[in-house]
């Protein structure tokens, strides 16, 4: 059982499932089979954050999906092992009329059906998301560096998770943000050796790598304002880091979007409009935050007036060094005298303005557990070998069996230590089988060899087959003698030639097309394209 951590049962999370348009290869159909059930390591990708909440306590949990992916994952959630075995309560899943696979991540929230599902403070995740990091720590830093930052509840911050492109777990191609932060407002308890504290920092400026290369390219530089200067004078710039779209969000941030009607993307808009208003000059009227804030502040003012009343002979005599009473010791413990604290902001004069929360960002280092998003076909399969080489119980992603109890191997057929074999499949003899991932029902045929694969479920290998870096889609059919080099995808059901060869290349089903590529009347023709570039995607 997790450790209990001190979380409101009214703390909710959300999970954007979306359209999957960087992996159209396999979710061409998404009223079939949509993003959030493609598999990862022999799991419906959805699992990964459904399992990452449950494990943190949080148990309130809001699918998000188009209606036209509705009822796949609720058979899913009613059908699928995986997703039956979580703990209960069952997730609610929630499909606005107006969701379409090409709505904004912020437009999201601004639905009225999504608005009403929210009560309090809320997370906000991806269904592509893989973490290792227990979701309990970074909770806890919310509530004690973001929640309480300006002493009342009624003034929470919010936070936001960034996780390195480059190290252990790099993939060739995959997006990255452009963060730029500077140093958060330090709590004068030190903090304990695993802390995620000294990877804390506050966001100042958030847009996407596309938008950084934009404004360079046309000005030769990149314009840093004088009032980010003068309100933070070092501040650090992240051009290798990716957002992990794992947000901790006050409740306020409804109000927020509310009078910011156009916002279309929470990375950019609401976290990046969010960061500049604390420094930049005219923009918290601008944004409406002085109306929100003015509210908040009110009300905060009566509760603590109440407080007080109840505490009319409580007075705060002298300052408490709380570091000095503090059980945990560090070495070379340095305060610069210019660091905010909690007490300079709680004892402002309550006649000034209400101070924006800040939005903090919690930067995963490149040595520790894993987090990444999984939104493209090569990000697919390296998370699928990296939980395939993972040893039972060693990680809360890793699988209780390698090879499952129901899966049939024939004698002389070699199976590598990194490899996973879903249920019920038959693997025939003189199979040779590395570093890979098999789903359920699957059949290898005798001869066969499988190098760095993935294999969704009820695929077929015809005999002698030899594939080294390929993803195949469920109910596919690979011919006999086939040969498939790395960077092939395979469509779901689709059903290939004895004899294929091919690199780095599509094989689809395209719908109305004749053999010379004109619009016919046949209901389908099967060809084959080669990869032209990875596309963007909402969650």
């Known amino acids: ?209 596309d938008t950084l290369h934009d404004v360079t390219e046309s000005r030769h530089s990149f314009p840093i304002r004088h009032g980010l200067l003068r309100r933070h004078g070092r501040i650090r710039m992240l051009t290798t880091t990716r957002d992990a779209h794992i947000y901790l969000f006050p409740y306020w941030i409804l109000d927020f979007l509310n009078q910011n009607p156009t916002f279309d993307s929470i990375s950019e808009d609401i976290v990046g409009w969010w960061a500049k208003a604390t420094w930049q000059d005219g923009l918290v009227p601008k944004l409406g935050l002085d109306n929100i804030l003015n509210l908040l502040h009110s009300a905060s003012g009566v509760e603590n007036a109440e407080n007080g009343n109840n505490n009319s002979n409580t007075e705060i005599e002298d300052d408490i060094d709380i570091a000095s009473m503090s059980s945990t010791q560090v070495s070379n413990l340095l305060t610069p005298p210019t660091t905010p604290s909690y007490t300079s902001e709680q004892h402002r004069s309550a006649s000034a303005p209400p101070i924006v929360p800040p939005f903090l960002a919690y930067v995963h280092p490149p040595t520790t557990p894993l987090i990444r998003r999984i939104d493209t076909p090569s990000l697919l399969l390296h998370a699928s070998l990296h939980i395939a080489s993972l040893n039972p119980s060693s990680s809360p992603l890793s699988h209780p069996h390698k090879v499952h109890p129901t899966a049939t191997i024939v004698a002389r057929t070699t199976v590598g230590q990194d490899v996973l074999i879903g249920a019920n499949t038959n693997v025939q003899q003189h199979v040779t089988i590395k570093s890979s991932v098999v789903g359920a029902n699957c059949k290898i045929g005798a ?93």
């Open 1 to 209: 059982m997790p450790a209990k951590s001190p979380i409101s049962p009214d703390f909710q999370a959300l999970i954007f499932c979306g359209p999957g348009v960087s992996l159209n290869t396999f979710t061409s159909t998404p009223e079939d089979f949509p993003k959030a059930l493609v598999p990862i390591g022999n799991r419906p990708m959805v699992w990964y954050p459904l399992d990452w909440c449950y494990r943190m306590n949080v148990h309130r949990i809001t699918l998000i999906t188009p209606p036209s992916s509705c009822k796949a994952i609720e058979n899913a959630l009613s059908r699928n092992p995986d997703l039956t075995s979580l703990p209960h309560p069952r997730p609610e899943i929630i499909a606005p009329e107006a969701l379409s696979q090409n709505t904004g991540t912020a437009e999201i929230l601004q639905l009225p059906e999504v608005q009403r599902a929210i009560s309090g403070h809320f997370l906000v995740l991806p269904c592509d998301l893989l973490s290792e990091l227990a979701g309990e720590s970074l909770l806890e830093t919310w509530m004690v560096h973001a929640a309480g930052i300006v002493g009342s509840s009624a003034f929470p911050g919010g936070l936001g998770v960034w996780f390195p492109t480059k190290g252990e777990h790099a993939v060739k191609g995959e997006e990255t943000n452009f963060l730029v932060t500077a140093q958060a407002v330090q709590p004068s308890v030190p903090p304990a050796s695993n802390s995620l504290r000294p990877n804390l920092s506050q966001v100042v400026y958030s847009s996407t790598t």
């Open 447 to 539: 001869g066969s060899r499988l190098t760095k694969c993935v294999l969704m479920d009820e695929v077929e290998v015809g005999e002698k087959a030899v594939l080294t870096g390929v993803v195949v889609g469920a109910r596919a059919r690979v011919g006999k003698d086939c040969k498939l080099g790395e960077g092939c995808e395979v469509q779901p059901g689709f059903v290939m030639e004895d004899g294929t060869e091919g690199k780095g290349e599509k094989f689809m089903v395209f719908e109305g097309l004749d053999e010379e590529g004109e619009l016919g009347d046949d209901d389908g023709l099967m060809e084959m394209e080669t990869d032209g570039g990875e596309g963007d995607e909402h969650e």
